[in-house]
Each structure stands twice: as structure tokens, then as C-alpha cells.
């Protein structure tokens, strides 16, 4: 039946259940996308009314940008501590949340909500507190590490912003992991502890290589949050103190927007768009590797 | 077979979907492209307006913050006297730049009538804004109130308000720590300063704060620097250019290591030694009002944060920043004003009718006594027309008119480039936070000019 209809028709059903998502897909990522490419090869300042094409100039200018390379070093560090905690943290909840806790629910629900605030009201809130709670808590009880604000020293001031994005999503992968576990099928556990495996071994060669799916998803998920981590770094400690704490998509958008040097910032985005892609992708083939079958 | 359908269906599909975008694309291009179009069409539609009453409605970007109810109950008062005009206020938000914020609008076809800039900004609109230079306040202007603004020959905005800045202090405060009714005139080197700051401690107070924000250290205290050069805005030019070239040598320069000199007597006495990062601008009307500090490095603007914290009865003025221990030395008796807000009249998207009204309301700020009531009672605004003879409503302000009519004004530096504040200033928090001494701030703002386009 479907066969015999026209091919005008079967376009037009396609068109029907994709065309809208397509056309806005096009018009909101591809046409500014490729228009962004274009753009990389101006010297644009973002308002002049007309722009010359400059050729490769501005790519060269990124690599000689040693900020940029500085905050994209930064950037793999605050990366790397915080997909590694995300993820250790939220299994360690997960799995401690399918324990059958009593009240695991409201737990459940607790630790996700920091995933619902906003990451620019989250930096607030937080800058509230390593600035004038901790501060407070540390002189009245005279503890020396809580004793200055945390986001006045370079140092500590990563680490605060490592805290908050690890409560942020710990809660949010938290979730996958819990669905992860569900998932893992109760009669091989069953069959586990016949022949004899204890807790720790049955989640050493069980629950884990089960759960490789899910770690792909997580991992996926923080290692492109992390990298294009904006309103966080922004609202808590806007790049400070004196830019030790500058992110890379921060540093891009103050190139682009701040310093009017639209080009040089969209040819800096592109290149960390292109940084990122690998990464993420070499991430999700190798992972893809260690899944099992149950 | 069927798969190869498949693709040429999904391809079928794509390619219609991208002749629906160009298609959309292409009419935004014109618009923006050619005025022609959009002008015939916004004139077509006042055309039909006119038959109704003439009705116009126009728009303003408002970039400062802290003067929106003024502004909004201004607007009503304009509305009165001109029943046809309706201005709507529209507002940049809270840490964007009205650059950012016009540029966005501009790319989306859809600017305001009217945009509060920066002073430094209003260059790179001129393409799209209007020549102001024909209209009558241009007369009645003080002195180079438009100098930065013209191009060609060509004002290109009206000048808003002045603001100056320099060490706000606490009279009370200061009285009790002088014992006596405290001289300003007095402060004029960094000794004197120094000493001052010495007898606060002495009655028990604390000397000052200083606010740490990158935007009061980068684009207010050390452009005193360069300001300071020279009384002629030649030569200050030149050493901008220096700069910018990389030949200017600011470990050694007398002004620069002056002004680090004051700076390091300021973070002595500083309140918040300990950790002099943490402060934030909220901080400083704070301890200021309460009188808990002396004194405080901020600008006039800060009248209404300072007056909510008042326990001086309103008793508050301007100390200049000095810059040796020589008081005839300029810049040791001058304070730093500049005319710091600009509003400019889109050509672009606006009808005629449109700018017309624009201009009314500009004209209605500066000569209607509603419009001066606004400006100098409502938003504590020192206003830069000659003919606006009402005295500033706020001691801040007072202050510093008293200084630019005594002829004790140096020219803020309103023409530095639009990322200095931030990269310098991060600089400066830098050596405040001792975390680099003055041989490497000089050496970072030397190189941050090199990188200067």
C-alpha cells in the first residue's frame, strides 16, 4: 500500500513529522554555525556595518594566544577533577540509594534539586556562602582554612568552583545511575550469591561492567557540561581572583564581546568546539568498547 | 531501492527546508541591507497613524541602572506635555554592557530609538546613529562636553551626565578624627594623606576600604595615571599612544609610581587588609554611611547606596587622589569628571517621525523645567548644559561641581580601550592582593597596550 503512494506524498509525511524540527534545527544551529565559520574569516568588531575577510589571520591569532591556550589548560584541570567526582559521587549515591533505605525517595529527590536551580542563582548562592558563611563559621570557630573568603584565593577559588559544579550534577547522573542499577538483572545477582560472591565482588564483576552503558551516558554528559561551563564560572567568581579562575568559554566570550575582536573569538570558539568534539568522541568509541551483554 | 528512496526523501526534504531558510534570510538581509524598504514601510505606517492623532511611539535603551523609577516617572511627566509621544523605557541587564546590549539589538533588527552608551562606545555606532550637531542644546553645552562624540565635524550625541570620582569621605567622621570641622583643601600630598588616614585609626575608626572591584581599579584609579601626565589632553594623548607603541617606560614614570605610592598608603589602612579581595561594591557605601571607614575610593554615582547608610547628615565630599608629595603637582588638587553618559538617536530603523520625538524629548530634558527637574532633583544627575543652573540636589554631586567651578578638574580618561578595565584591572587586584609587586604590574600593563589593536 505505502509503496504504491507517490513520492510526493511520502515526502510530504516526512516533512510532516520532521520538517519543523528540521527547520528549526537548521535555522537555530546550522545557518548561525556555518554564518559563525564565515565569520572567523572577518575582522569584524560585532557592530561595524561592513567587515573585510582576512583570511586565515584569525586562526593564527589563536594560537598565539597564550591566554586562550591558558584557560584551555585550566579548563582540561577543572575538567577532569570534576568528571572524575561527578561521576565517583553520583554512583556512590546511586548505589547507596537502591540499598532499600528507608525514606530513599526523599534522598533521591534531595539530591537532585540542585540540578533544577539555575546555574547562574546557584553561583550566587554559593558565592553567599564560601564568602560570608564559611567566612563567618571560620572566624567564630576559629577554624584558619575557612578564616578568608575562598573566592579570594586563586587556589581555593577552582577548588569552590570544582564543589559546586560536583553538587550540581551529582544529583542529575545520580538519576542515571539509579536506573542503571535497576536495570541490572536481579537473577544473575541471584546466581552470584549462590556461588558464593560478597557485596564488593558482585560489584566488581557484576554491578559495574553492567553499568558501563550508563557511565558512557555520564561521563558523555559532564565531560561537554564541564568544558562549556559558562554560568557558574561567571556568577561565582567571574574569572577571579584577577582571571586565575577564567574558563575557557569565558575567556571566549571576552575576546569576542569584551575586547571587540569578533573574529579572533569566533575562531577561538570554533577551535574549541573542534577540541571538544574529539574529546567527547574518543571518549564515547573507546567506552564503547568495555560495554558487556548480560 | 527502498533505501536509496529513503535518502532522496530526507534529501528532498532538506533541500526544500533550506529554500524556506534562505527565503527568510534573505528578506532579514534586505532589510538590514537596504533602509529603502523599511524606511517607505515605517513611513507608510505613521502615514496611517497620522490620521489618528499623530500618535508616536519611541523607545530608550536606559544603560544606567541606578536612575530607572527616575527615569520611568520622567517619562510620565513627558507624557503630559506631549500626549502624543509615548517613550518606553527599556533597561540593559544587571553586568551587560549597553555596547553588548545595542549590538544585539541592532543585529536583530530591532534597535531602540534612543541608546544610553558609554562615551568610548559611540564611535563604533556612527554609521547608524544620527547627526546631532543641528540641534539647538548644542549651544549650551560646557566647555568640550561633545569634543569625544564628534567626528568630521560631526556630533554624534547628546551628552547626559557628568561623574567624577576620587576618595569619598565621611565628614563626621573626619571631624571627630581632626577634632575640629576638617579641611578638605588641606589633603594635597600622599603625607598629608597618609597622616589623615593616621589620625581616623587614632579616634578609633578605621582609615578606608577600598572597593576591589576590577572595573573601579582598572578603569577609574589607574587611568589616574595616565590622566595625570600632563594638564594638556595633548600630551596625555601622546603617552597613550607611548603605550600603545611600547615605548613608554611606567616603572619609571613619576606619576605612575606616585599614584602606586598613594595606592600603597590606601592598602595600609586598608579595612579589608586581611582579605582584600573579598570586598564587593555593596560593602563600600555600607561601612562609609555607617561610619565605619573614613573614606572611600568611588564615584559620585554612589549617592544613592551612600544615603540609604547615612549617619553623617548628608555631610560628604571629594578628596582628589594625590599623586606626589607636592601639592602644586596637577592632579593633586584635581578631581576626575568626565561626561560618562551619552544618548545617541538611531537613523537606521527609526522614521522620521520617530527621531523627531526623539529629539523633542532631549530638548524637553534640557529646557523644560520639568526635564531639569528630573535630571538634577530626581536622578542626582550633575547635567552638562551651561543654562541648567540648578544646583546639584545630592553633596556628592555638590562636590564635584564645586571642584569643576573652581577649575579643579582633571578629564576622566573616557576614550581607553573597551577591555582595559577587566585586563587591567585584574592587574590591580593583583598587586592589591600582593600577589605581584609594581615591576610586574608595570610590566603587565605595558604588555596589555602592546596588545592593543
Redesign the interface.
Known sequence: MI?EKG?WN??RT??LF??PT??AF??VMI?PFAYGIYLTFTNW?????THTLVGWRNYGEVFRDRVFWKSFGLTLKYVLFSVVLINGIAFLLAYALTRGLRGQSVFRAGFFVPNLVGGIVLGFIWQFIF?KVL?YVGTKADIPILG??W??D?DKAFWSLVIVTVWQYAGYMMVIFIAGLMNVPGDILEAASIDGARGWTTLRKMILPLMVPSFIVTIFLSLQRCFMVYDVNLSLTKG????STEFVSMHVY?KA?????YGVGQAEAFVLFLLVAAITLLQVYFSKKLEVEA | MKKFKGVQGIAASLLLVSVVTACGSNSSNGEAGGSSPSASEASGGSGSASASGKEVKITLLNSKGEIQTQLEDAVKAFHEDNPNITLEIQTVPAGGSPFERASTLYASGNPPTMIMLDTGDVEKFKDRILDLSGEKWMADTVPNATDLTTYDGKNYAFPLAIEGYGFIYNKAVLDQAVGGSFDPSAITTTTALENLFKQIEASGKKALVISPMDWSLGAHYLPLAYAGQSKDSAEVDKFVESLKAGTADLANNKVFNGLMDTFDVMMKYNLDQKDPLSGVYERGPEVLGKGEVGIWFMGNWAWPQISGFDTAGGQYGFLPVPISNNPDDYGNQEISSAVSKRIVLDKEKSSPEQQEAAKKFLNWIVYEQKGQDFLVNKANIIPAFKNITLPAADPLGKSIQDYIARGKSEPSMSLLPADHWSKVGASMQKYLAKQGDRASLAKEIEEYWKSVK
Open positions: 509503496a513520492a511520502r515526502l516526512r516533512l520532521t520538517g528540521l527547520l537548521l535555522t545557518v568588531d560585532g557592530i561595524a556595518t564568602s567566612v578568608a573568603s573566592l579570594a586563586p577571579g581572583p584577577f582571571k571576552e564581546f569584551l575586547s571587540r575582536d
